[in-house]
């Protein structure tokens, strides 16, 4: 059974820096699209990030993030990471890592729905 362990987050201010990572157990790594999404307050979950773990590491981004984010992988680890820059108070979220079984990087894209296993989430708060 996959499992997903989410870790780094934190309190920052605005303008800080934050990394997250995200350690996946229990089945190969290749062969997935895996992402980052994140609900604020109030809101509803939204797609961050995502990338495919085969050899094309194609990467997609939420517009909101687009600059400051950088999804990343250490294929060796096993291991998803988001560094997170230019942090913004509406940045503050839980924000999950997630992945699906996909075997090219066509099928990526910030669908929650199409995301089958998730993490417990870390939190991130960007104080102005």
């Known amino acids: 059974q996959v499992q997903l362990v989410e870790s780094g987050g934190g309190s920052v201010q605005a303008g800080g820096s934050l990394s997250l990572s995200c350690d996946v157990f229990?089945?190969?790594?290749?062969?997935?699209?895996m992402g980052w999404f994140r609900q604020g307050p109030g809101k509803e979950r939204e797609g961050v990030a995502a990338?495919?773990?085969?050899?094309?590491?194609?990467?997609t981004y939420a517009d909101s993030v687009k600059g400051r984010f950088t999804i990343s992988q250490d294929t060796a680890k096993d291991t998803l990471f988001l560094q997170m820059n230019s942090l913004k108070p509406e940045d503050t979220a839980m924000y999950y890592c997630?992945?699906?079984?996909?075997?090219?990087?066509?099928?990526?894209?910030?669908?929650?729905?199409?995301?089958?296993?998730w993490g417990q989430g870390t939190q991130v708060t960007v104080s102005s």
């Open positions: 997630a992945a699906h079984f996909c075997y090219s990087g066509s099928s990526l894209n910030l669908d929650a729905v199409n995301f089958t296993y």
């Open positions: 229990g089945y190969t790594y290749s062969w997935f699209c």
């Open positions: 990338i495919y773990t085969g050899g094309s590491s194609t990467t």
